[in-house]
């Protein structure tokens, strides 16, 4: 389990930033047309998850925000609550500084105690004229979007899909590496192979998405005599393993099972959840991950996407992909946004 002690948390102002650990302010100075959430909306800066966030199944997205925040924040992300400490709705999301381009999507994670502050939160502390996705694992967080967007305009469109957390992943088997593989992480020049093989790729936004990914989190890869990858999986700022994929040729060896292992014992590592999430009809996925050791939660997850109209470079439900190995994927996505395996 992630220790979780209490928060620390310092008001972010409009225009600038408590870095952790100074008394100075960095201004950052905003675009011309920039949208303010209201006053009442506070920003905080966290320096520990409090104790409410451990990694339940409803709080996996927003605790791995927020360690990411607190972690260097490469994502650039801001916690948006209704109060604090004592807080009854909180949501991750991009800061707004960086969340410039409305025709892109922008990710948040939601949860909350009472239903109506976060209906009130979510109605007034995102600009509803972009693109953006939630993902909540409370059935509120989909009425609320549903209610909001029907009052606004605002075209929506939901999936679900299965989260899978690992309980304790140090007690995760050893499995033993193929001597013809290498393990290692993935890096710049690999940008292009998972560009190209990733359902959701082959676009500029989707490689600058991934090549982020690549730069910032944490990667697991086997590589061949030529240190080409073969197999891999990334993480992404919800602290979620994802991307996982093994090429058409080197499938059905065990490799994809090697990749997640040790992905998820990196992640454990440096105390994160260990934790992804599965399509509803990926039932080879959901056996291999069971039998290492990971716990189908009894609730899905939402991901309900905001305005996806905007920005659509490739259809939101692509066509499974074929081969005889698992596939960590076929979830509903758009480039750049999805945290699951696939």
Known sequence: MVSAPLARAAIFEKGKILPKGTEDHETLKPPDKQWEAPDRVMRVGISAPPPAL????????????????????PAVYEVLVDSWPEFKAVLTCPHREVASDDSDFYTYAAYYRDLGTYRALLDSAINWSQAFLIYGVQDGVY???????EAKGVQL???????????????MPEIRLDPAMRLSSL???????????????????SRRYLTSLIR?????????????????????PLAAMSHGYTLPQHRGRGYLQVVM???AKRLH??????????????HPTQRLLERQGFQRQPTLCHYIFH?????????????????????????PSHPGDLPSWG
């Open 54 to 73: 451990t990694p339940a199944s409803c709080l996996c997205q927003v605790l791995g925000a927020v360690m990411t925040i607190n972690r260097g924040n």
């Open 143 to 149: 009425g609320a979007s549903r209610d909001i967007a």
């Open 157 to 171: 469109e939901a999936f679900q899909s299965i989260i899978y957390l690992h309980p304790d992943p140090s007690s």
């Open 187 to 205: 890096d710049i020049s690999h940008v292009d192979l998972l560009n190209e093989t990733w359902a959701f790729g082959g676009n500029d936004r």
């Open 216 to 236: 910032y989190f944490p990667s697991i890869c086997l590589l061949d005599a030529a240190s080409r990858p073969v197999s891999w999986a990334l993480s992404d």
């Open 261 to 263: 292992n040790v992905m």
């Open 269 to 282: 590592a440096l105390g994160y959840p260990s934790y992804g999430h599965v399509a509803l009809d990926n």
């Open 307 to 331: 305005n996806a109209a905007l920005q659509r470079t490739t259809p939101i439900n692509p066509q499974p992909s074929t081969g005889p190995s698992p596939r960590l994927s076929a979830q």
